[in-house]
């Protein structure tokens, strides 16, 4: 069974960047799975604009074969 995972990110003005987190696995028969994480943050343009936000997500796929 393989994995395969990515860690990247982003860097920009105003104090914002961003962090992602991947992993990918192959299960049984024709199927897989896949996580993924990321974090935002930024302080804004304007006052009062600073925002942050985290995400999640899990995704179960199936790799059968093409209709045809």
Known sequence: VAST???D???GSNGTWQARLGIE????GDWNIRA???QFETDGVRPHSEAQR???NIRLGWLGSNDT
Do not use: R
Not at 25 to 28: C, E, F, I, K, Y
């Open 54 to 56: 985290t995400l999640g």
């Open 25 to 28: 696995s192959l299960l049984a």
């Open 9 to 11: 990110g982003d860097v």
């Open 5 to 7: 995972y990515a860690i």
């Open 36 to 38: 993924q994480l990321s």
